[in-house]
C-alpha cells in the first residue's frame, strides 16, 4: 500500500525518447490504468517503475521513497510481463511460488497461497507442468498467479488477460478487483480492454506520442474526452466525427444540418464561425421522427446489437441499435444528435472545446 | 605401432588388471576426473558469470583466462613444473626470502602429485569452459533476467537458481568435453611428472600410449584400451537413455 | 546526501570492488605460467642453468625470441619456427571452416529434423571422443593410402574435420536444442528448406557457439603436429612441426629460453583469435522471438 | 641421387651432427632431404605411417635394438648385405652393434653411432672442493659421494624419469653385477637370476645410491642434472655419453671440466647403445642404389670421426684412427679393444615390453622407500615373465 | 483458396489427448473462427492443419489433397503464430519478406508487398529494427504482417489481434476482411474477442473438451446458443440464468415467478415438471411498468451503457442500460423477459430446448 509517483520521467532507447518529462502521482491504494496505442510507452512505463529500465532523467518514488536509483527488489512490486517471462525450467507451481521463496516465506504458507493462486487461475491440474507443455493462455495465467501469491505494495500488470477468453477474464478481473479490496495495494494496470480500463480503474490515463493525453476518471475520459484523439481511442465500436463550425447562434453547423448546443457543456467558448469537429458516440444517436435524415450505407451486427452507418454532410457516422432492429442498407432514417452526449473539438487543434 | 595379428587371450586381462601400473592409473584417472571436472566447471562458471558483469576490459580478461588452453603442455607442463618444484619453484622462493619452514613439495610426493595435475589442468581447461557457459549466458532471455529481479533475487541467487538450470545444454557440453579429456589425458601427465615420481601419477591413456607405441605390447594396449572404452559405455549409455526419456519432456518455448 | 535523479550513477560498490579484486587475483594466477615462460624466455643460458627460474632476468635479451622465430636449428634447416607458418595458416584457414561447418549442420540436424537414429549417431560420435586419436592414426593411413589422399592438403583437412565432428556436433546440437522450437515451425511454414532455415535463421542465431567452436578447433588444429606430420606431407608440415622440434628432445641438449620464445610465438594466433572472439559473444540474441 | 632421411636429432649439437652425413653425402654427388622430427616416437610414428602409406623415405632412424624387428617380420626394410660386405661390418665393429642390426643373417640397417649408456660425469671442481679423487669402481664410490653430501653438496645429480631410473639401475646391475649377469638378466630373462644374492646385491646399492640424490630430481629433465654438474652444485651426473653435448655447450672441456668414468668391479664393461639407420623396401631401382650409397657414406671412416666429435658418441667402427675425439670417447674405444668389455645394452638385448616392464618396477622401488628387496625382486620376476 | 477438411483427428501430448476424433469441414473461401476457452486446443488444432504437430489418428485434406503426410510448405498456408515466433536476428523487413525470398519472388514485388502491409500496421517506421527492440503490439503486427504479406490458399491466424489497442484491432479487422475478399482465400481464425468473432465469421466453431459444441453463423451461436456452456462462454456481458422447471401451462416458473414461453421457439418439447435453466442475455432485459420486480443489487458501468444487477429466484440477473440512466443500489425495478429471446436449456444435459 504506497503510493507511486514521477518527477519529469525521461526515457530514451539509444537516440529514440519514449518519454517525455513524464509527471504522474499514483495515489496509494488506487487501481489506475493505462491505456496507448500500441507502442506509446506503457511497458517502458512499469518497467520504469519496477526499476528494470533507467530513467535518462527525472525521480521515481514509491510510498514517498525516492527510489529511482534502488533495485527492484527493494521497491516492494509485483509485476506481470507481457511477455510472461515464465522460467523455463521450474514447473508451474515452482515458478509461481519462487518469489515467495526468495522471500523465505514458510513452505506451508507457500503452498496454501499457490494452491489459491492457481484455484482461481483454473489450474490446479497443472501445477506440475513445464511452461512449454502448457497453451498460450495457459502460460499467461501462470504469469499472473506469479504477481498474484506476492503481496507487494505496488501491482504493475501488463495486458494480464490479452490472451485469455472472455469468461475467464471476466471471471479474472472480478478477482483482480477483489485482490485490490483485499490488499488495498497500488495497482497500476495496462490494458487495451476497454471494458477492463472502465470497470476495474479508479482513475485512467490516456498516452500517446510519449505524452500523457488525459488523466481521469472513467467516465470523465468516456464522456468528456480532453482531445480528438483520446475521443477516437477510447469507446468501441469508435466516435464518429463531423466536420463543421460553429454558427453565429452558436449552434454546429455542416453544410445543411444544424446540431443544436445549448444543451452542451462548453470547457472553452467557441467564437462563431470558429471551425470546429463534432464526435457522436454511436449509443447516442437516437431515432426520431423529426431530425436529420440519413440513408443506411451498412449494417454491423455485433451480437448484442448492430451498427448501421449512415452520413452526416459526408462524414460516416454509426448508429447502434438493438440487434433485432429489422433495418436494411437503403433504408432512410431519421435521427437525433442529443447536445449534452456530444463532444466539441477545435479542428486545428483538436482540444475539447 | 604396426597391429599384430596374435590373439589376445584372456590373460592379458589378468595381467592387466594384476599390473600395479594399471591399478595406480585407474585410480589416478577416477581422483583426477571428478576433481578436475567439480573444479573446472565450477571456476569456469563463476568467471563466465563474472566476466558477464559488463566489466572493464572483458575482452584482455577473458584471453587471459582462455590463453592457457592455447598452448600446448609440452612448455607450459614444463612451466608448472618450475613452479611446483621444490627446488626451483614457489618453495625455494618462499625460502630464499627467509620463509625456510615453508614447503610447497607435493609435485615430489607420490600421494600428492595427482593433485598438481588437476591443478594445471584447471588451469588449462577453466577458460574453455568459461567461454561455452558465457556463449549460453548471453543467449538466455532479457526478460527472465527482469522477473527474477523483480522476484527479489540477489543476482548470484538469480544466476545459481534461474540461470545455471537454463543453461543445462551447455553444461553437458562442457563436462562432457571435460570427461573426454580426462579420459585422454597424456600430454599433461608427460610434460608435467611423466608419471613419475615413480608411477604415481601415471594415467590410462598414458598406460595405452606406452604400450602401443613405445613397448609394442599390444597385447596389453588392446587389453587397457577396451577395458576403458567398455567403462566408457557404461556411463555413456544409461546417461542417453536418460536424456532421451527428458527430452521427451518437451522443450523451451 | 544527494536525492537520486535520472540514471543511476556508475560508482564502484563494495560488490563491485570484490568483483574485480577476484578477476584480477584469478588473472594473476593464471598468468604465472605465462610469467615463467616470458622471464625465461629473455634469460641465458648459463642463467637458466643457474636455476633461479623465477627470477627476473639480469638483463633483458631478445636473442632467443630472434632464434626462435627465424634462426633455431630444427635438424638441418635453421630457420626456426617461421618454416611453417603459411603451412599452418593453410591448413588452419580450411580445416576450421570445414570442421565447423560440418559440425553445425550435423548439430542443426539432430537436434531439429530429428532423423531416425539421430540419438544413437549423437551417443556414437560422442563415444569414439573419448577414444585417444592416435589410435585412429594406422588405420586412417591404411584407407588413405588405398584412396590416395595421403600427403596433401586436403586429406589433413578431412582429418581435422573428421576428429573435429564429435565436438562440433555436442556444441551446435546443444545449443540449437536450447533454442525456442517455434522457430523452426515458423520457417517451416514461410516454406523455408532444410538450407534455407539453416543458413538464414539458425545460423545467424549460432553466432556465440561459432566462436566457441573457433576456440576448439583454431586451438586443436593449429596446435596439433602429430596429424600434421602423418598426413600433411613434406611440404605442407605446419610450424608445430618445428616448434616440437626445437622444444622437444631426449638426449639432446636443450636451450630452454628459444623452447619459451618459440612456444608464445606460435600461440600468438590462437590468443588473437581469442582476444578478437569477443564482440560475438552478442547479449540475447533470441531476445524477442517468441511470447511465453 | 635423392635421399631423404627421417630422424630425430633436432638439437643445436645433433643438428651439427647430422649435417656432417649431409654434407658427406652430397659431396657423394647425391642430394640430402633432410626430415627432422623431434621425439623417437614422434619420428618413428611418421617415418612408419609413410612407408605404410607407400610414401616411404630413404632411410629412418631407428635406435640400436628391436624397434625395427616389425618391419622386417613386415618385411618392409631392404637389406644392406652388399655395403655390409663391402665394408666388411663382422671384423670392424663391435659384435652387439653387429648382431643388432642383423636378422636372419641379412643386414637390416647401418649402425651410424654408438653411444654409451654408463658413464660417471663427475664435476672436477666439486672433487677438488671435497678433495675426492675420481673413483673408478662402486667401492670407491661411496665414500666419495659421502664426502660431498658432508659439503653440503648435491652427491649425484639425477633425473628421476623412468627412462634413467633405468639407466642408473642398469649402471649399477653391469657395474656390480658384471656383463654377464647383465647380458643373462636382459637376454635370457631367468627369474632365478632374479633371485640370486648377485641381484639383491645390486638392488640394495641401487637402493641405496638413492639417498645420494635431492629432493628436485624426480621431474628433472637429465639436462638440468648435467646443469647441476657444470655449475658446480652437484658433484656427479650418471649418464649416457650424450650428456657431453651440454657440457660442451656450457662451453666445458672434457677431462680439464669434468670428467669421466665407467664403474665396474669386475673389468669395463661398457653398455652399448646407438642409433641405426634402416633402409624401408623402394618402388624405384635408383631408390634403392640412393640407399646403397648413403649407407656407404655414412659409415666410411671420415665420415665417422667428424660425425662422432659433433655429436659426442664413438664410431661404430674401431678400425679408424680416433685421436681427434675426446678423452672420454678415447677411454671408451679404448676399453672396446677387449670384447669383454663390449656390453650391449638392455635395448639390443630384451623387447621394449619387457623394457618397459622392468623399467616400472625400477621407477617403483626406487620412489617407493617402504618396497622392500624381497618386493623388488618378486615385481621383476613378473615383469620379466609377463606373456607377450 | 482451397478448402479444409479434417476426418476424426485425434491428437494427443504423451499421455494427455487435446483433440478427439474431430470432424470438421471448412469450405473453400470460407471464414471460419474458432471459439473456446484457453487451453482447448484450438493453437493445437491450427497447428496440426499447418502440420506442425502430427496427429495421432484421422487424416487431414486440404483443397481436396490429403496432406497428412506432407511438409507444411506443401500446404499452401501462412500462419500467425501466438507466440508471433519471430527471426530474432532479421529485421522486421527481413521476418516479412523472408517467405516471400524463399517463394522466389522478384525484389520490387517483394519491397512493394512489404511496403504495403507495414503501412496498414502502421509500422513503416519500424521495418529497419530488430524484434527485440519493438513493443509487444509492435511484435505482434510483425507476426501478423510476416501471413498478410503471403498469398496462400488457407491463413491460419491464432489470437493475431489480441494485444493491440481497440482503434488498431477494428482497422485490421476490417483489413483483415478486405484480404479475405480480395484473396478469396480460407481463413481459419482463431480469437477470444466477441466482436472479431461475430463481425468476421461466416461460422464459429466453439470447442471445449476436446469436442466442438457448436457449429454454426454468428447469429446462431449468439442468439440459439446450442447448450448451456456455449450460452454462457458466447456473449459479453454474459448470459443470466435462473434455474425452474416447466409450468402445466407450459411456461417456465421458478418459486414465485413466471415467464410465459409461448413466443419461444422450441428445438424439442419440454414435458411439464421438467427441470430447466433459463437464459437471458442482458441487453434482452427490458424495463417495464407491469413486470418481475427486484432489487438492484449492483451497478458496473461500462462506457456504452451500464450494467445493473438484480435478482430473480435466487439468481443474479444482469441487465444493460444506457450508461446516463439514473439508477442506483437498491432501486426498485421492474423487469420484462421477451419470450422469444430467452434461452431454455435442460438443466441435466444442458442442451438447448
Ligand atoms: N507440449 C505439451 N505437452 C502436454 N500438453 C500440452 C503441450 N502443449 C499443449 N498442451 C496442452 O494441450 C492443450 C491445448 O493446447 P492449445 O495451445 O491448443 O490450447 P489453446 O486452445 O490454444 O489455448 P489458448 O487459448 O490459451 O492458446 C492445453 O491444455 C495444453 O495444456
Ligand atoms: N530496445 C528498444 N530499442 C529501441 N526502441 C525500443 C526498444 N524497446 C521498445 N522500443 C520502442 O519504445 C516504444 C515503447 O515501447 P513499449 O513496449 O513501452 O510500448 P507499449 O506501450 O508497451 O506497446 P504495446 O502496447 O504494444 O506493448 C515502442 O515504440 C518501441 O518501438
Ligand atoms: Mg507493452
Ligand atoms: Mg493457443
Given amino acids: 500500500m504506497s503510493n507511486v509517483s514521477l518527477r519529469d520521467v525521461e526515457i530514451r532507447y539509444g537516440a529514440s525518447q519514449v518519454l517525455d518529462r513524464l509527471d504522474l502521482d499514483i ?135 490479452s490472451s485469455l477468453d472472455a469468461q475467464l477474464r471476466a471471471e479474472l478481473r472480478v478477482e483482480i478487483k477483489h485482490l485490490h479490496h483485499r490488499l488495498g495495494a497500488t495497482m497500476i494496470y495496462v490494458t487495451h480492454d476497454q471494458i477492463e480500463a472502465l470497470t476495474l480503474a479508479d482513475r485512467i490515463a490516456v498516452m500517446r506520442d510519449r505524452k500523457i493525453q488525459q488523466l481521469g476518471t472513467p467516465q470523465d475520459v468516456y464522456q468528456r474526452p480532453a482531445n480528438r484523439f483520446v475521443a477516437t481511442f477510447v469507446g468501441s465500436p469508435a466516435m464518429s466525427f463531423v466536420k463543421g463550425r460553429i454558427g453565429e447562434d452558436g449552434s454546429f453547423v455542416a453544410g445543411d444540418i444544424r446540431v443544436d448546443l445549448s444543451a452542451y457543456a462548453f470547457a472553452t467558448r467557441p467564437v462563431p464561425g470558429q471551425p470546429v469537429e463534432l464526435g457522436i458516440r454511436p449509443e447516442h444517436v437516437a431515432r426520431a421522427e423529426t431530425g436529420l435524415a440519413g440513408v443506411i450505407e451498412m449494417v454491423e451486427p455485433m451480437g448484442a446489437d448492430l451498427l448501421a452507418w449512415t452520413r452526416l454532410a459526408e462524414a460516416p457516422v454509426s448508429i447502434r441499435l438493438a440487434a433485432e432492429t429489422r433495418i436494411a442498407v437503403g433504408d432512410r432514417v431519421r435521427i437525433e444528435l442529443p447536445g449534452r452526449h456530444l463532444s466539441l473539438f477545435d479542428l486545428a487543434s483538436g482540444a475539447r472545446l | 605401432m604396426l597391429p599384430s595379428s596374435v590373439f589376445v587371450g584372456l590373460r592379458q586381462y589378468l595381467s592387466l588388471f594384476s599390473n600395479e601400473r594399471w591399478q595406480v592409473s585407474v585410480a589416478n584417472l577416477a581422483l583426477f576426473g571428478g576433481l578436475f571436472i567439480a573444479l573446472a566447471l565450477i571456476l569456469g562458471f563463476a568467471l563466465a558469470v563474472l566476466i558477464d558483469q559488463r566489466i572493464r576490459g572483458e575482452d584482455l580478461l577473458r584471453s587471459v583466462f582462455l590463453y592457457p588452453f592455447s598452448m600446448s603442455f609440452v612448455v607450459t607442463g614444463l612451466a608448472w613444473r618450475w613452479i611446483l618444484d621444490p627446488t626451483l619453484g614457489v618453495q625455494k622462493l618462499l625460502q630464499d626470502i627467509g620463509l625456510t619452514g615453508a614447503k610447497f613439495d ?28 558465457l556463449a549460453g549466458l548471453r543467449g538466455v532471455d532479457p526478460d527472465i533476467l527482469k522477473a527474477a529481479r523483480v522476484d527479489g533475487l540477489p543476482a548470484w541467487r538469480v544466476y545459481l537458481q534461474v540461470i545455471a538450470p537454463m543453461l543445462g545444454g551447455s553444461f553437458a557440453t562442457a563436462t562432457i568435453l571435460l570427461a573426454t579429456s580426462v579420459v585422454r589425458l597424456y600430454d599433461l601427465s608427460v610434460a608435467m611428472t611423466n608419471g613419475g615420481p615413480g608411477i604415481a601419477s601415471e594415467v590410462p591413456a598414458k598406460f595405452v600410449m606406452d604400450h602401443l607405441f613405445e613397448r609394442g605390447n599390444i597385447g596389453l594396449a588392446t587389453a587397457a584400451a577396451t577395458t576403458m572404452l567398455a567403462t566408457i559405455a557404461a556411463v555413456l549409455v544409461p546417461l542417453f537413455l536418460w536424456r532421451q526419456h527428458r527430452a521427451r519432456g518437451g522443450r523451451h518455448a | 546526501m544527494i536525492t537520486p535523479y535520472g540514471r543511476r550513477p556508475r560508482r564502484l ?64 634447416s635453421c630457420n626456426g619456427i617461421q618454416l611453417g607458418f603459411w603451412n599452418s595458416v593453410r591448413i588452419l584457414i580450411p580445416s576450421l571452416v570445414v570442421s565447423i561447418g560440418v559440425g553445425a549442420v550435423t548439430g542443426y540436424t539432430l537436434s531439429f529434423w530429428r532423423p531416425r537414429g539421430g540419438t544413437l549417431l549423437f551417443g556414437l560420435l560422442i563415444a569414439i571422443a573419448f577414444v585417444p586419436y592416435q589410435v585412429f592414426i594406422y588405420p586412417l593411413v591404411r584407407i588413405y593410402s588405398q584412396v ?96 616440437n622440434n626445437i622444444v622437444n628432445t631426449t638426449t639432446g641438449e636443450r636451450t630452454y629460453d628459444v623452447d619459451m620464445a618459440a612456444t608464445l610465438l606460435t600461440a600468438l594466433v590462437p590468443l588473437a583469435v581469442y582476444f578478437i572472439s569477443g564482440r560475438w559473444f552478442v547479449r540475447g540474441i533470441a531476445a524477442g522471438a517468441v511470447k511465453g | 641421387q635423392r635421399a631423404e632421411v627421417i630422424h630425430w636429432w633436432t638439437s643445436g649439437g645433433e643438428s651439427a651432427a647430422v649435417a656432417v652425413f649431409a654434407q658427406a653425402y ?26 605404410v602409406g607407400g610414401d616411404p623415405p630413404t632411410a629412418m632412424q631407428f635406435n640400436t635394438g628391436q624397434q625395427f624387428d616389425e618391419l622386417v617380420e613386415a618385411d618392409m626394410l631392404a637389406n644392406v648385405d652388399s655395403v655390409a660386405a663391402a665394408q666388411n661390418w663382422d671384423k670392424v665393429m663391435p659384435a652387439p652393434i653387429v648382431n643388432a642390426v642383423k636378422r636372419h643373417g641379412h643386414y ?175 618402388k624405384s631401382a635408383e631408390a634403392s642404389a640412393a ?32 685421436s681427434t675425439l675426446d678423452v672420454c670417447a678415447r677411454k671408451a674405444i679404448g676399453w672396446l679393444g677387449d670384447t669383454h668389455a663390449q656390453v650391449p645394452a ?16 625400477v621407477s617403483q622401488f626406487r620412489n617407493q622407500p617402504d618396497m622392500t628387496v624381497d618386493a623388488f625382486v618378486d615385481q621383476v620376476v613378473k615383469a620379466v615373465s609377463q606373456p607377450l
Same sequence: chains 1, 5.
Fill in chain 1, 27 to 161: 495515489g496509494a491504494g488506487e487501481f489506475f490504468v493505462l491505456l496507448g496505442p500500441s507502442g506509446c510507452g506503457k511497458s517502458t512505463l512499469l518497467n520504469a517503475i519496477a526499476g528494470l529500465t533507467e530513467v535518462a532523467s527525472g525521480t521515481i518514488s514509491i510510498g514517498g521513497r525516492n527510489v529511482t536509483w534502488e533495485e527492484p527488489k527493494d521497491r516492494g512490486i509485483a509485476m506481470v510481463f507481457q511477455s510472461y517471462a515464465l522460467y523455463p525450467t521450474m514447473s508451474v507451481r515452482g515458478n509461481m511460488s519462487f518469489g515467495l521463496r526468495v522471500a523465505g516465506m514458510a513452505k506451508a504458507e507457500i503452498a496454501a497461497r499457490v494452491e489459491k493462486a492457481a484455484g482461481l487461475l483454473r489450474m490446479t491440474e497443472l501445477l506440475d507442468r513445464k511452461p512449454s507443455q502448457l497453451s498460450g493462455g495457459q502460460r499467461q495465467r501462470v504469469a499472473i498467479g506469479r504477481a498474484l501469491v506476492r503481496d507487494a505494495g505496488v501491482f504493475l500488470f501488463d495486458e494480464p488477460l
Fill in chain 2, 106 to 133: 607435493w609435485l615430489v610426493q607420490p600421494d600428492r602429485v595427482i593433485y598438481c595435475l588437476v591443478f594445471a589442468a584447471v588451469w588449462h581447461a577453466a577458460g574453455l569452459v568459461m567461454a561455452i557457459l
Fill in chain 3, 13 to 76: 560498490t563494495p560488490q563491485r570492488i570484490g568483483l574485480y579484486a577476484f578477476l584480477l587475483i584469478t588473472a594473476a594466477f593464471f598468468l604465472t605460467p605465462l610469467y615463467v615462460m616470458v622471464v625465461t624466455s629473455l634469460k641465458t643460458m648459463p642463467e637458466i642453468r643457474a636455476g633461479n627460474l623465477l627470477g627476473l632476468p639480469a638483463s633483458l635479451n631478445f636473442e632467443a625470441w630472434g632464434n626462435a622465430r627465424s634462426r633455431a636449428c630444427t635438424g638441418l
Fill in chain 3, 148 to 243: 590416395g589422399l595421403n600427403n596433401s592438403l586436403a586429406g589433413i583437412v578431412l582429418v581435422h574435420t573428421m576428429f573435429g565432428l564429435p565436438t562440433m556436433t555436442l556444441l551446435f546440437r546443444n545449443h540449437f536444442a536450447a533454442l525456442p522450437i517455434e522457430l523452426s515451425k515458423a520457417a517451416r511454414v514461410d516454406g523455408a528448406g532444410f538450407w534455407r532455415s539453416f543458413g538464414e535463421i539458425m545460423l545467424p542465431m549460432a553466432v556465440p557457439i561459432i566462436v566457441v567452436a573457433m576456440i576448439l578447433q583454431v586451438t586443436g588444429i593449429w596446435n596439433d603436429f602429430i596429424l600434421g606430420l602423418v598426413f600433411a606431407g613434406r611440404e605442407n608440415l605446419p610450424m608445430t612441426v618445428q616448434l
Fill in chain 4, 26 to 51: 652430397t659431396k657423394a654427388g647425391g642430394t640430402w632431404v633432410d626430415t627432422a622430427i623431434a621425439g623417437g616416437p614422434n619420428a618413428r610414428t611418421a617415418a612408419i605411417n609413410r612407408t
Fill in chain 4, 108 to 282: 637390416y640397417a647401418a649402425p651410424v653411432d654408438i653411444h654409451g649408456q654408463n658413464w660417471f660425469f663427475f664435476s672436477n671442481t666439486v672433487l677438488d672442493k671435497v678433495g675426492a679423487k675420481q673413483p673408478s669402481n662402486w667401492e670407491e664410490l661411496f665414500p666419495v659421494l659421502d664426502k660431498i653430501k658432508a659439503a653440503g653438496l648435491i652427491p649425484l645429480a639425477f633425473s628421476g624419469q623412468k627412462i634413467w631410473e633405468r639407466g642408473l639401475f642398469n649402471t649399477v646391475l653391469v657395474g656390480q653385477g658384471g656383463a654377464a649377469m647383465f647380458e643373462d638378466f636382459w637376454g635370457k630373462r631367468d627369474p632365478a637370476l632374479a633371485k640370486s644374492s648377485a641381484f639383491r646385491k645390486v638392488a640394495e646399492t641401487f637402493r641405496r645410491l638413492h639417498s645420494y640424490i635431492d629432493a628436485g630430481a624426480s621431474n628433472r629433465n637429465w639436462n638440468d642434472a648435467t646443469a647441476l654438474v657444470i655449475q658446480g652444485k652437484a658433484g656427479m651426473q650418471v649418464m649416457g655419453d650424450w650428456a657431453k653435448g651440454e657440457f660442451t655447450a656450457a662451453g666445458q672441456i672434457a677431462g680439464k671440466d669434468y670428467g669421466c668414468n665407467v664403474l665396474s668391479d669386475h673389468g669395463p664393461a661398457y653398455l652399448l647403445g646407438g642409433d641405426v639407420f634402416a633402409f624401408p623396401k623402394q
Fill in chain 4, 291 to 322: 640407399q646403397i650409397k648413403l649407407a656407404t657414406v655414412l659409415l666410411e671412416p671420415a665420415t665417422q670421426i667428424a660425425f662422432s666429435i659433433k655429436k659426442g658418441s664413438i664410431l661404430s667402427r674401431l678400425d679408424v684412427d680416433a
Fill in chain 4, 346 to 361: 638392455n635395448e639390443l638385448l630384451a623387447p621394449p615390453a619387457v623394457t618397459g616392464a622392468v623399467e616400472d618396477v
